[in-house]
């Protein structure tokens, strides 16, 4: 049987639009579409998800620019680029639909989030954080008290604070304790909103604190309330590996020469880079340190994985004992700001 050239192309053409069709409702959404409101924490939440920085916390059509797109990125594969100027975002099921100018002309463009990531946080009712010594939804601490919370934040006036918080891909996980298993990053962030709610008000002027989050890569900014926390925690999503010693590393360099109390969130998984132990031994020779460990979410081997770091610096040479640790069950049954407290009246 012979084709002539036309039959050919006609039938060319009929396999090309099948294909392109079946292509555009493979990635229609399922369901009604859900339209960014301007919140501050949705569209921070949704451009961390996409791998995007913009440069308003608010959304403004035609305003709101893309500032930076980290490489590996959903955002980064599907060509968005910084400089882009937003023109509407759009979330359904899990596709960020990105309309934006480039030069003068319109795109388009579906990035892959992990919708059903925010919905759950949502679901688990994030909230911002509420000034005052107590944050009812979560627990503050068995019998701690206004005189107990002035003794904390007077021990905490003496050190350069610097809060090490684990954002990889294990802190989505749920937290294997209690009645409620949230996830472990949510977790953390009510504790901080409750801890930074009520203490750094209590530090006055001598505040020298800053939050470095990290995975495989790290992040340090400066906070001097709760709203700082709040904004940090908005615009990240966990993902990625763990490796402990690039912060580490960095912040027993950057802040060598003064009183440094570093404390330490995390669910305890496998480390990438150097030992933490090591790091941590021979800075305790040069520093005047103090290190807290908590960690997050109950799982036996992240717990094993955070206590050899307690136990291990002995055989390693360090000077003396400057970390201490709390397990997942106190800090939980306790809240963040007993648990703090009973390390530092222990390790002195």
């Keep these: 049987m012979k084709f002539s050239r036309v039959n050919v192309r006609l039938a060319l053409f009929c396999l090309v639009y099948f294909c392109f069709s079946s292509a555009i409702v493979y990635c229609q959404p399922q369901s009604q579409t859900l339209k960014l409101k301007g919140r501050v924490d949705e569209l921070a939440m949704f451009a961390s998800m996409a791998g995007m920085k913009l440069s308003s916390s608010q959304f403004e059509p035609g305003k709101t620019k893309v500032e930076a797109v980290r490489n590996g990125s959903s955002a980064y594969y599907c060509g968005i680029q910084s400089g882009d100027l937003l023109s509407n975002i759009q979330a359904s099921e899990d596709f960020l639909k990105i309309e934006f100018k480039r030069a003068g002309k319109t795109y388009s463009s579906m990035v892959p989030i992990k919708l059903s990531v925010y919905r759950r946080k949502l679901k688990e009712g994030i909230s911002d954080p509420q000034p005052g010594p107590v944050n009812k939804s979560i627990k503050s601490g068995l019998n701690f008290n206004d005189t ?15 809060f090490l918080i684990d954002r990889s891909d294990s802190m989505d996980g749920g937290l294997r304790y209690g009645r409620s298993d949230i996830s472990r990053f949510t977790y953390l962030r009510q504790e901080l909103q409750d801890f930074s709610g009520s203490v750094l008000p209590l530090l006055g002027d001598k505040k020298n604190v800053s939050v470095i989050t990290f995975n495989e890569d790290f992040e340090e900014k400066e906070i001097a309330d709760s ?17 402990f010693s690039k912060p580490f590393s960095y912040v027993f360099e950057k802040y060598k020469s003064q009183p440094l109390l570093v404390i330490l969130f995390s669910d305890g998984f496998a480390n990438r880079g150097e030992s ?6 021979r800075a305790s020779k040069e520093i005047d340190l103090s290190i807290c460990i908590f960690q997050i979410g109950k799982d036996e081997d992240g717990e094993k994985i955070i206590k050899r770091l307690d136990s291990s610096l002995e055989s390693l040479g360090a000077e003396r004992d400057v970390v201490s640790v709390k397990d997942f069950s106190y800090l939980f049954d306790h809240g963040l700001k007993a648990a703090l407290y009973e390390l530092l009246r222990a390790a002195n």
Excluded: C, W
């Design 276 to 281: 933490v132990a090591q790091l941590i031994a």
């Design 148 to 162: 107990m919370l002035k003794a904390l934040a007077a021990k905490l006036s003496h050190y350069r604070i610097v």
């Design 227 to 243: 709203a700082g926390l709040t904004a940090i925690f908005d615009g990240l999503t966990p993902e990625g590996a763990t490796n």
